[in-house]
């Protein structure tokens, strides 16, 4: 199988859903020795961070660094393209399926953030439902800087707009507590039987 996996969030390091998403993708990827992975990276200023499976050369080039374990296909795809363009194309619009960027895939496994369209099978990573609980301690307001160019979304419009497509598609949800599950199961009115819990490990 082929497997796409969005590694955007993995931009803002230090951050709980980065480093989710990148322990998540080093451990599937150094166990897994029967399947294909394409990730997906976009962000208009930051630049891919490295990782155990991959570096870069001097001239910006990726190079990818297969785990000892096995012998498997491996390609990132980068883009740069701000996460206020995806929101409009896939959690507003919803057009444009990820095959576009990484080719045919038989997985798709989303994170925070966007909910591109796909033919693939759906699984995406819950961490928590912030914006509906609290949505008073979330960016709630759109902001442009005509000095620095930069575009802030309304983080909360913008995830409820992405829940709404996992919610309607997605065949999987991973959760990263039994409490996340739990607010999915009564904020998003989500069956338990799409509802997988994964604990981040320490």
Same mark, same amino acid.
């Given at each position: 199988m082929r497997i796409g996996i969005d590694i955007s969030q993995i931009a803002y390091q230090g951050t709980g859903v980065a480093n989710f998403v990148m322990q998540l993708v080093e451990h599937l990827i150094q166990e897994?020795?029967?399947?294909?992975?394409?990730l997906f990276y976009s962000s208009l200023r930051r630049e891919?961070?490295?990782?155990k499976l991959w570096t870069k050369d001097a001239s910006g080039r990726i190079q990818v660094n297969p785990p000892k374990k096995g012998v498997k296909n491996i390609t990132i795809s980068e883009f740069k393209l701000p996460p206020s363009f995806l929101d409009m194309l896939w959690n507003r619009l919803h057009i444009f399926p990820i095959e576009r =960027? *990484?080719?045919?895939?038989? $997985?798709f496994i989303s994170s925070d953030w966007t909910q591109p369209p796909t033919k693939a099978k759906k699984v995406t990573i819950l961490y928590d439902?912030?914006?509906?609980?609290?949505?008073?301690?979330?960016?709630?307001?759109?902001?442009f800087s005509f000095?620095? =160019? *930069?575009?802030?979304?309304? $983080?909360?419009?913008?995830?409820?707009?992405?829940?709404?497509?996992?919610?309607k598609e997605v065949d999987k949800i991973i959760c990263i507590s039994e409490a996340t599950k739990k607010d999915a199961m009564e904020i998003l009115k989500i069956d338990e039987n799409k509802l997988s819990v994964v604990v981040p490990g320490i």
């Open positions: 897994d020795t029967e399947n294909d992975y394409v891919l961070p490295e990782s =960027f *990484i080719g045919p895939v038989d $997985i439902l912030i914006v509906y609980k609290y949505p008073e301690e979330t960016h709630n307001q759109t902001r000095k620095n =160019f *930069i575009l802030a979304s309304n $983080i909360v419009a913008a995830q409820k707009r992405r829940l709404k497509w996992v919610k």
